[in-house]
């Protein structure tokens, strides 16, 4: 059992170039999400999956995209970097319903655009 | 809408001394709360938790209690140890939309000298 997996774990990029962001998990969650991670701003979700074929926007989604085709599987799409996402990205899965709604985190990718 | 407000850090203590990192939130429905920390280098993982009022999270000796009438959810630990030194966050879910979504505070770092 891996857990949620993230690659690359580092990347650079030049402004204007796309990449996506992989993340993949292994406890059949149905609720995926993506955040980032900068100093001084906690963690921000971007946009989040609650099954396979649904996707909504988070808190700062523009410049991302996203789809959801299997269980497993939540790419993050970057279609023209900007420095401005230069940032540490997490991948989050948990399942829906219940009391706890404990997300469990990958490792994380840490993005630099130039 | 929903927010969690924690103090800033750095806070810097000596092995053995009382821990005690201020939580406050602002939430529409009856949310669940989270500590989640970050050591270096890594992602999140779960601290504690609790999911409904006057119920106490507890993990690794570090506890803290759901206060409806004061909106908080402070995290102490009796003793920190250097091995405690990480970033730590606040976080709530909200229930009432039925998924799974985060929202986080900013963090606070601790740091923890011999």
């Known amino acids: 059992n891996a857990g949620v997996t993230q690659t690359p774990k580092f990347q650079v990029l030049k402004t204007g170039q796309s990449m996506t962001l992989q993340c993949a998990q292994d406890m059949n969650h149905e609720y995926m999400s993506w955040y980032r991670q900068d100093p001084g701003m906690g963690l921000r979700l971007i946009h989040y999956?609650?099954?396979?074929?649904?996707?909504d926007q988070g808190e700062v989604p523009n410049g991302y995209n996203v789809s959801r085709s299997t269980t497993e599987d939540f790419p993050l799409r970057l279609l023209s970097a900007a420095p401005s996402q230069t940032s540490v990205y997490f991948c989050?899965?948990?399942?829906?319903?219940?009391?706890?709604?404990?997300?469990?985190f990958g490792p994380g990718t840490r993005l630099t655009v130039t | 809408g929903n927010s969690v407000t924690q103090m800033e850090g750095p806070v810097t203590l000596s092995e053995e001394a009382f821990l005690t990192i201020n939580c406050t939130y602002t939430a529409t429905g009856y949310p669940s709360l989270f500590w989640y920390v970050q050591y270096p280098g890594e992602g999140l993982q779960l601290l504690l938790k609790a999911t409904k009022a006057d119920d106490k999270g507890s993990n690794k000796g570090f506890e803290a209690t759901y206060r409806k009438e004061t909106t908080s959810f402070h995290l102490e630990k009796g003793s920190v140890q250097v091995s405690d030194s990480a970033v730590y966050f606040c976080?709530?879910?909200?229930?009432?939309?039925?998924?799974?979504?985060?929202?986080f505070g900013k963090g606070t770092m601790l740091l923890v000298s011999p």
């Open positions: 989050a899965s948990s399942p829906l319903g219940g009391l706890s709604y404990e997300q469990y």
């Open positions: 976080a709530l879910s909200d229930r009432g939309s039925g998924y799974s979504t985060l929202t």
């Open positions: 999956s609650v099954g396979a074929g649904i996707t």
